[in-house]
């Protein structure tokens, strides 16, 4: 991929994590206090943060060849930082397709609702928590240097 | 007469059962998604840490060039075969379900501590 490709993804990538972000905060917040029906928004947070993710893993290779070894050079800080989002990144995609599956389960059961949707709430609100981590240190980097 | 209301009874009756099979079916597999996820987290953890310490075991090195990659790798698949496992192990997914969320947060906050301590 040529570089003004590769900065285009950059952007695309850093633009739907700040949304996947958000987008994961609404499963979370709609759960908190009792089982309620919130299938769209969770299926649209975890198909976004996928996406995220998926781009991500395509620039990371790149990434590693043609940025890494600078920043580590000049901030190794920062490129300590790029490190954790990637890791916490990892979490949050995880982390999203539990909740999913543990909310469809909470639709179509009535007896262990209360218990599905607690397990599908501490999933969103953990990768919504971690995904903001992750996309405030991407930040940070793509701030110091990037494409 | 007698045979409609049999007819219905019975649809209803059907309708019922596989209404509870479709149920715990969806019950066992948010269960086993749970823990297949939660000890994603934990693998990740344990071969992080081994990673940081310079000991990177010979499969994940298999999986992929990239350390990260093949750290996700090797969790996944660590956390697949746990859900496997415990599918066979017929535990009982409403006690699962019940602890599910403090272990589940437990792991969350694990994780996060590592990775910003040890990235």
Redesign the interface.
């Known amino acids: 991929m040529t570089i003004v490709g590769l900065r285009l993804f950059e952007h695309i990538h850093g633009h739907l994590g700040w949304l996947s972000t958000l987008a994961l905060f609404h499963p979370a917040l709609l759960l908190r206090s009792r089982p309620r029906r919130a299938l769209l928004a969770a299926t649209l947070a975890t198909v976004l943060v996928t996406l995220t993710g998926l781009i991500g893993v395509c620039l990371y290779p790149a990434y590693r060849t043609l940025l890494k070894p600078g920043i580590f050079v000049l901030s190794p800080a920062v490129g300590g930082a790029f490190e954790r989002k990637e890791h916490l990144a990892m979490a949050v995609v995880v982390l999203a397709w539990v909740g999913l599956i543990a909310h469809v389960a909470q639709c179509r059961e009535r007896e262990l609702a209360p218990r599905l949707a607690r397990v599908a709430f501490v999933a969103y609100a953990g990768a919504a928590v971690l995904a903001t981590a992750s996309a405030g240190l991407g930040l940070a980097v793509a701030v110091f240097r990037s494409f | 007469m007698l045979s409609r209301v049999s007819e219905v009874s019975y649809a209803r009756g059907v309708d019922r059962v596989s209404g509870l099979r479709?149920?715990a079916l969806?019950?066992r597999?948010?269960s086993l998604?749970?823990l297949?996820?939660t000890s994603?987290?934990y693998a990740?953890m344990v071969l992080?840490a081994l990673h940081v310490a310079g000991i990177d075991p010979k499969f994940v090195q298999l999986l992929s060039a990239?350390p990260?990659?093949a750290t996700?790798g090797a969790?996944v698949l660590a956390?697949s075969l746990f859900g496997v496992l415990c599918h066979f192990a017929g535990l009982d997914h409403?006690k699962i379900?019940?602890r599910?969320?403090k272990l589940?947060?437990l792991s969350?906050v694990l994780?996060?501590l590592e990775?910003?301590f040890f990235?």
Do not use: E
């Open positions: 479709a149920g969806t019950r597999l948010a998604s749970a297949a996820g994603f987290l990740y992080h990239v990260l990659f996700c969790s956390g409403g379900l019940l599910m969320p589940l947060a969350v994780f996060t990775i910003l990235p």
